[in-house]
């Protein structure tokens, strides 16, 4: 009940930023741990002998992300284009 502009709440216009912002840093963890699963498996020695990386570990891992995120980018750019023909059909 709104004790000021009458009885009538208004509902705010377009999509919520606090929604938006959560779905977003939702992503963003999920991104990071499907990263950080992927190039662990790939990289990281099964024998931990030292409690820091060595450098191969480090130069793979460097690698595995800098891959995986450009997939991942060229993997936006194809559905993007999916996507627009797809409505660029159903508008005609």
Known sequence: MNFFGGGQ?????GPDPVYAAKMEMEMYTD???KI????F????SR????????LGEM???????????DTQ????????QAN?????QQQN
Request: aromatic share 4%.
């Open 9 to 13: 709440e208004q509902q705010p216009q």
């Open 31 to 33: 991104l990071f741990n």
């Open 36 to 39: 950080a699963s992927s190039c």
């Open 41 to 44: 498996q790939k990289c990281a």
């Open 47 to 54: 024998k931990h002998k030292e409690a820091d990386l060595s």
């Open 59 to 69: 130069s793979c891992t460097d690698r595995c992300v800098a891959k995986y995120l």
């Open 73 to 80: 980018q060229k993997i936006g750019i194809v559905l993007q």
């Open 84 to 88: 627009e023909a797809q409505l660029e």
